[in-house]
C-alpha cells in the first residue's frame, strides 16, 4: 500500500530528544503540509557519523518505493574556516538525487555526502540564504526542503560533481548504537583477517583482545567479537565490534566517535 505522506527523515546533531528536532517538525508542518518524520541523532559536529547514517538509511529500496522518502540533515560544524563567521554564515545547503530515488537536502560538509558518494545522480546547491540565523534548519531551510518535497524544483541552483566529493575514511567510529555495539567506517571487505583469530583491539587508546568472528553471537558471553555487522550493504557489512550479553563502548572506556580503531592479528 502506497503512503499517502512524504517520509521524512532528520538526522541530526542536536542532541537526543532536543528541543530543535520538534522545532524543525513545527516549521515544516507549516511550510509543507502534512508530512511523516522520524529522527536519526548522531554526535555532535561529526560528519562521519552523518553521512554513516544517511548512507544506511537511503540503502533499500526499489527508486519506486523511495521516490516520496526524503533524507534532511544539517551537521554543519564550520570547520572549513576557523575565523569569524558573518552573520553565521555556514556550509551551503546542496540538494542530491540517489539512484534509489530517494533525495537528500543536507549540508555539504566534511564527510555528509562521502558515503553515499557512488549512488549520487545529481548533486546541485540550494537558492537559499546560508547565512541570518544561528538556527539555520529551523528559519532557513525548511521552506527549500519544502519546495523539493513538492516536486518544485526551481529552488536548484548550480551544479556540482560528485566525483569531487572526499572518500569516506576507514577505521573511525562511526556510531554506537542503544546497545554499545560500535560501527565502524571499515567495510569487511577492508580486512584481512581470518575468521576466527584473535586479534588486539585499539580504540581511544584503550588496547583490548577480541575474535574475529562470523557475528557477534558467535563468540562466549562476555566476549569481545569483531565482524560484519548490521549496517552496510549484503556482502560487504561494515565492521561491528560488540561484547556478548554487553556492552563494547563502555568496556573500550566510551571513545569519541570519530576516533581512529585498529586490528593487529596475534
Known sequence: MENSKPLIFVVGDFGAGDLAFAEIKRKLRISAGSVDMDYVTVEAFSTISTGFCIYQLALDGSEKELGDTYIFSNTAPRADNPNPRKKNEGERLVYARLDTGLEVVAVLSGYTFSFIKPMIRELRYLNVENMGSQFRSRDKYPEPLS???????????????????????????????????????????????????????????????????????????????????????????????SVRLGNAWKRFGCPKIEERVTFTQI
Open 147 to 241: 519546495k523539493v518535497i513538492h516536486k518544485d524544483y526551481s529552488v536548484l541552483g548550480e551544479k556540482l560533481d560528485a566525483a569531487e566529493l572526499p572518500e569516506p575514511p576507514r577505521d573511525r567510529l562511526a556510531y554506537v548504537d542503544g546497545y554499545g555495539n560500535m560501527k565502524l567506517s571499515t567495510r569487511s571487505s577492508d580486512l584481512t583477517i581470518g575468521t576466527g583469530s584473535d586479534i588486539e583491539i585499539e580504540a581511544g587508546g584503550v588496547s583490548l583482545q577480541g575474535r574475529y568472528a562470523e557475528g557477534m553471537f558467535s563468540v562466549k558471553e562476555g566476549d569481545i567479537s569483531v565482524a560484519p555487522g548490521s549496517s552496510g550493504p549484503e556482502g560487504d557489512r561494515f565492521i561491528e565490534i
